[in-house]
Each structure stands twice: as C-alpha cells, then as structure tokens.
C-alpha cells in the first residue's frame, strides 16, 4: 500500500514538474494567443478583406462561391479561398512579429555587455595601487 502511494506522489510530483518547466507553460500561452488570434484575423478577412476583393471582383462574395456537381454535391471552394487568405495573413503577420523580435533581440546582443564582479574588482584593485603608489 505504500509503495502504491509512493508511486502515486512520484507520479504526480513528476507530473508537477513538467508542467512547471517554462517551455510547457510558454507553449500552452502561445497556443491560447494563437486561437484567440485566429479570430482576430478571421474577423478581418470577413469582414475587411473578403469584400474589398469582392468590391474589385464586381461585388462577388468568395465565401458563398461553390459549384454543384451531379446536383447533390456541392463544392464550397469560396470557402476554402477565404481560408487561404487568413493562412497567408496569420503567417504574414507572424513573420512581422518574428522579424521584430530578432532585430529586438540582435539589439540586445549587439549592446555593450556590462562587466562582471571580477572586472570591476579588479579595477578597484588596479586604482588602488596606483594611489598608494603616488
């Protein structure tokens, strides 16, 4: 019985950790930002996009365009037009968004690093000498 208990807390401490890690924690945030903007853009191909295409295609709406074969089945290609268009915008904006963060990041390295303990002390020490040696 204690064995089994033992096991249970191991399992579950394990568990613990490895939700606790950063990278796990990170990923499940990206993952709710991502569907939350998904909608966002979504919203803005339906409702900006779509019908300034379809403005300049003589009022044609491509999220109702389809074809119907053999008379039962229908093909929604409008649809899946419209879905295309929100792929080329989420990875288009996802580019932006990473091409920001390398040049945030490439600022950050290119910074001049501040000097540790050791180089400070040791300057400390090298000023020091040299008053007491004047």
């Keep these: 019985m204690a064995d089994i208990e033992t096991k249970a807390k191991g399992f579950v401490g394990e568990f613990k950790e490895f939700i606790m890690r950063g990278n796990v924690v990170d990923m499940a945030v990206g993952v709710v930002i ?70 945030f990041r490439k600022k950050q390295d290119d910074a001049p690093a501040a000097p540790s303990e050791l180089d400070v002390l040791t300057e400390i020490r090298d000023l020091l000498k040299t008053q007491q040696g004047s």
């Design 34 to 103: 991502g569907a939350a903007f998904k909608s966002i853009i979504d919203a803005l191909v339906a409702n900006v996009i779509n019908p300034i295409i379809g403005l300049a295609t003589g009022g044609v709406d491509f999220s109702k365009l389809s074809v119907t074969i053999g008379g039962d089945l229908t093909i929604g290609y409008g649809a899946f037009i419209q879905t295309i268009i929100s792929f080329v915008l989420i990875a288009f904006v996802v580019f932006l968004m990473v091409k920001a963060i390398n040049g």
